[in-house]
């Protein structure tokens, strides 16, 4: 009896309903979306030798354009199957409306916060090409990059690859925020954002240098300085950005003119207006 063979079919997804459509796509019109982290060469071939044991079981999840399958979720196990020599692989495609979301939950995997903040930037940028007037508060826009901060940081890493961007992560958690701009006038804020969070991360720098000079530098010294000058402290309620940093960057000043200070028990106390 004759094998009836797949090539396509249209499918709900259970529980939202949105249409799916699986397809056994040609390997050579494959390519894996520009913002997945740098590949593991000993998981391809961990994957590679499972592939050859038991057959490639689990599809790729991906979207169809300009006659590309554009990889969203398995770019190692593309890979191991490149390596193998595999020439058509399963492959679920998903609507356009949910690739930023999907894109935004990858992150999540095990990546620190230069690449989550290089895929926020990323699909930010991506909806700006798509329609700039969307408002940063809509919720395609919220649902699909959060937290918001991660954008600001990304523009922040594009000029200075060895921006030490966790240690602003507390205070950014209050005062950076979703702003009630369209993404356009937005982007242009956080643009001036990130040049306030480099300008930080510069004097937190020349601080920890003098402090090395004088044999007082030690591993954690950037998160105690910025500890040390947060203006923000253990208030729960969400802060002006500017403001923020306009009081850190006086507090930083006076860390700088003696940096030996942040080695005492006392921080400075927040700058008055």
């Known amino acids: 009896m004759r094998k009836k063979t797949l090539k396509e079919l249209a499918f709900p997804e259970p529980l939202k309903g949105k249409e799916l459509i699986f397809e056994l796509a040609p390997v050579e ?55 193998l020599g595999i020439k058509e692989l399963p492959i679920i495609l998903v609507p356009e409306e949910i ?5 935004n939950l990858n ?23 798509k329609n700039s007037q969307f408002k940063e508060s809509d919720a395609i ?26 240690i602003f992560e507390n205070i950014l958690k209050k005062c950076d925020l979703v702003l009630d701009e369209t993404i356009k006038t ?8 990130a040049e306030k969070i480099l300008l930080a991360n510069e004097m937190i720098t020349e601080i920890a240098q003098k402090l090395k000079e004088t044999e007082k530098w030690h591993p954690f010294v950037y998160q105690q300085i910025i500890s040390y000058a947060n203006p923000i402290k253990k208030k729960r309620e969400f802060q002006d950005f500017d ?3 306009d009081k850190l960057f006086v507090n930083l000043k006076k860390v700088k003119q003696n940096p030996g200070v942040i080695l005492k028990e006392k921080g400075i106390e927040e700058t008055e207006e």
């Not at 690739?99 to 894109?103: K, P, V």
């Not at 230069?114 to 991506?126: F, G, I, M, W």
């Not at 954008?151 to 890493?157: D, P, Q, S, W």
Request: charged letters at 30%; glycine letters at 6%.
């Open 29 to 83: 019109k494959m390519e894996v979306v520009k913002f997945q982290r740098k590949p593991s060469n000993f998981h391809i071939l961990r994957l590679a030798s499972s592939i050859e044991k038991v057959g490639f079981l689990v599809p790729l999840v991906g979207v169809k354009r300009n006659g590309k399958f554009l990889i969203l979720d398995g770019q190692h196990r593309l890979l191991a199957a490149q390596k």
């Open 99 to 103: 690739i930023q979301l999907m894109m």
């Open 107 to 129: 992150i999540e995997k095990e990546l620190n916060i230069r690449e989550k903040s290089y895929v926020a930037l990323k699909v930010y940028e991506d909806f700006l090409g």
């Open 141 to 166: 826009i919220s649902e699909a990059i959060e937290p918001i901060y991660f954008v600001t940081l990304g523009i922040g890493y594009e000029k200075k690859e060895n921006l030490r961007g966790k």
């Open 186 to 193: 937005a982007f242009e804020i956080r643009k001036k954002r």
């Open 243 to 245: 403001e923020v940093f």
